[in-house]
């Protein structure tokens, strides 16, 4: 059981206009701006690299185009990785995960993927944890 309540598909209506094919557009579970959370991994080496969010359109453009496109939140416009720092995603495969509410974009990366400078978002960026066990 979740814990939060899950997000909502688009409406039919919205469904009508995505780019998307229709069976798609009409399984994503977006959030309340109409994004979907998309999770980056290195294709070859399994390496989570950053978490980013797409659109309809933004998610179509990745589709499309062989290069990964985010819909930037804070700007509030698209944003093809690589185009400005040279570090670009090429996409190798796209997944949608059980609830519809997640992607899963294996890429090959060129460069670092954090607009920091590191390999991934997540390097030196270690929380302190409990270690579990399976007994």
């Known amino acids: 059981m979740s814990e939060h309540p899950s997000p909502a598909p688009l409406p039919e209506s919205a469904v009508a206009t995505s780019p998307l094919p229709a069976d798609l557009a009409a399984a994503l579970k977006r959030d309340s701006a109409g994004l979907i959370a998309a999770m980056v991994q290195q294709f070859d080496t399994n390496e989570v690299l950053m978490l980013g969010w797409m659109d309809d359109e933004a998610l179509h453009r990745t589709m499309t185009t062989g290069r990964v496109t985010f819909y930037s939140r804070s700007r509030q416009e698209y944003w093809r990785k690589g185009d400005t720092s040279g570090h670009v995603q090429w996409v190798k495969s796209l997944?949608?995960?059980?609830?519809?509410?997640?992607?899963?974009?294996?890429?090959?990366?060129?460069?670092?993927?954090?607009?920091?400078?590191?390999?991934?978002?997540f390097d030196g960026r270690e929380l302190a944890v409990v270690l579990g066990a399976a007994e």
């Open 95 to 121: 997944a949608m995960d059980c609830d519809g509410d997640a992607l899963l974009v294996r890429v090959d990366q060129v460069g670092a993927a954090c607009h920091t400078g590191t390999r991934t978002c």
